[in-house]
Structures are given as structure tokens and as C-alpha cells.
């Protein structure tokens, strides 16, 4: 372990915490029963663990249990919500309201929509990446039934108003999606106090297991509807068919209780390791991606002036595993969407780390990081002024 680089990708997948580790083991082996085949003690003993795990999951977000629903992950959780929506309230409205910053998981879902007839408004954001609550307030029509605006961009880390977001939408009676895929865990998130109507989550970006996420789905005030995308067994209260996974579930809620726990600490920790990076990093030609403070506590994104943007990812590679944006996207040619939407040149989008900061990174790891980073950035610019 000691020659592989410092991991610092944390906002596209975590290692799984060995105390998440230890829960999931006996329902691999010995508790390895249907939790839908209540007849016998097997399915009596994970149909009681995935209840458990439904109020962990509850109460971490203010919910009740009735109203999460497991899914495979954050993706199916956000198609399950915004296409659930939209088929099951197309005849009161086909207008759907997102953001430019939107994971694909969002945006994707939305340009099918598009495609069936639905008309999609794509809000900008700001320099900052926080978006404009004048222009959302625009963009309400009497035929929007949906708006959906991440918690925490998966890129540049940025926070949005979830609160202010969600009065606007219960004032105009209209459903509030948010994706909390990095959110859950790493801040404070509560359905009633911010009027969200559905919320996608994931355990993967939380140090639990991969394979497994949930959509909070509000029954009451008002009571969400959503068309099922998967048919096969009624399971989920009809939303969504298939066995459930006790072992991905049960590390799922361990993942998020023990992230829970710690939350206030790690947040403190992350923030100032987050400050310290970016103290080192700062100079002449470094920019800063989304907003300053409102961002998660372990995230810092930046563009670099003068380097070649693969080059510069290349020269980081021996010491830190980072990447340039979301995971999902790397391998693309394009600049990242989001950073374009913060009004980057295509140079500067290329040129961009995404450093993502966890809970088992070090005050020396952040020390070693930034002096490499630093130096890589100064070689790479010598050689362009050679060339």
C-alpha cells in the first residue's frame, strides 16, 4: 500500500469502512435470506435488518421509513424519480425545470423526456456555480410539475439553497427532486424543513458498499406519485420490483449511521485539510472552481493557466489519484459541462483537478499533495515556455 499514489478521488467512489464491512459479513453467509419470504426464520431475519435500515436511512434525512425506497443506486434513484414523475402527472404538466450543472444522471433523463415531448428549462448558475433563485423563480410555468436541483455538485462541491428552492416550489405546488448523492452524510439534510418531495441517495460516496441507493419519496403533504420504470414483484410499495440485497442495504445504513456520528467533526477536519490545500495551491494562474465557503468540506476544484490540461494529470499521477471531474465523464473528450457553465474557456475546463478530500486522508498526505502539485504545475509551465 505504501508505493500506491494518495487517494484523493473520493467524490467518485469511496473504500468501504471496515465497520460498514463487518455488519454486511453475516448476511453474505449466514443471514442470507429473501427478506420477501416472510414464511420461515431466513426471511424473518432480513426482512428485520432491511427494516432496520429503512429507519437509519429515515431519520437521517427526516423522513419516514415507509418513504424510502431501495434502488441500485443514485442514477436509478434519479431516473426513477424525474420519469416516474413525468409519467405519472404528464396531464397536468409537461415542463420540467433543471440545472446547467446537473450529473448526467439528471440531464440524461431530462433530454429523454425532451425527446417524448416534454419541455425541459435548463437553469444557468452563476460564476460561482450557485444558481440564480430570480431566474428559477422565472422559469415556474402553470404546466411545470417538477424541478430537480442537486444538494452538492459532484464536481465543484458547490451547495445549493435547498430551503429556498423548496418554499418556492411548495408556494406553486410543485414537486421538488433533489440529487443528495454527495450530500448524504456530509451535511445536514431534512425533507420537512426543506420541503423536498423526493431525494435520491447512494451509499457508495459515503464509504459504504457500491450497488445499493435509496429515493425518499414524500407521502404525505402532499403525497408523491410515481410510475414505476421497473415491473416484476410489487416490491417497494410497487415503485420499484426486484429482491432487495440485505447485505448492500444493511451497509448502505451502517455507512450513513456511522457518517451521521462523525458528521460535525469530519466536517471541521475536511474543511481545514480543504483550506490548507488550497493555501498551498493558490498563486498567480490558479483558479478557484464555485464558490468559496459553499461547498462540501472536502472538495476543491481548480483550473490551472499554462499547462496542457492531460499533461498535468499525467504529472500528478505518481503521488495522488485525482481526476479532472465526475468519474462517470472522464474518459470523455469534452470539457466538463459543469466548469463551461461557470464560464471557463475550453483551455482552462481541460486544464482543471478535482481534489475530493476523506475521511481517511492525512494532514501529511494534504502536505505531500500540495508540494508535488505545486512543483508539477511549475515544471509543466517551464516546458511550455521551451516549447
Known sequence: MANRPIYLDNHATTPV????????????????GNPSSTSHLYGWETEAAVKQARNTLAEAI?????EIIFTSGATEAN???IKGVAEAYFQKG???????????????PCEYLRSLGF???????QNDGLIDLALLEKAFRPNTVLVSVMAANNEIGVLQPLAEIGQMCRDRNVLFHTDAAQAIGKIPLDVQAMKIDLLSM??????????????????????????????GGGHERGMRSGTLYPPQIVGFAKAVEIALVEQETEARRLTALRDKLWQQLS????????????????????????????????GLQPVMAVSSGAACSSAKTTPSHVLMALGRTEKLAYASVRFGIGR???DEEIDRVGEYAIATIASLRQQAMIV
Open 360 to 362: 481517511f486522508n492525512t
Open 202 to 231: 447512494t451509499a457508495h460516496k459515503v464509504y459504504g458498499p457500491k450497488g445499493i441507493g435509496a429515493l425518499y419519496v414524500r407521502r404525505r403533504n402532499p403525497r408523491v406519485q410515481l410510475a414505476p420504470q421497473l415491473h
Open 283 to 314: 498563486q498567480t494562474g490558479i483558479h478557484l472552481n464555485g464558490h468559496p465557503t459553499q461547498r462540501l468540506p472536502g472538495n476543491l476544484n481548480i483550473s490551472v493557466e499554462g499547462v496542457d490540461g492531460a499533461a498535468l494529470l499525467l
Open 62 to 66: 427526516g423522513a419516514t421509513p415507509e
Open 17 to 32: 469502512d471496515e465497520r460498514v464491512l463487518v455488519a454486511m459479513l453475516p448476511y453474505f453467509t449466514e443471514r442470507f
Open 119 to 125: 419541455e425541459v428549462t435548463l437553469l444557468p448558475v
Open 94 to 108: 409537461r415542463h420540467i425545470v433543471t440545472v446547467q450543472t446537473e450529473h448526467n444522471a439528471v440531464l440524461d
Open 79 to 81: 431516473n426513477l424519480a
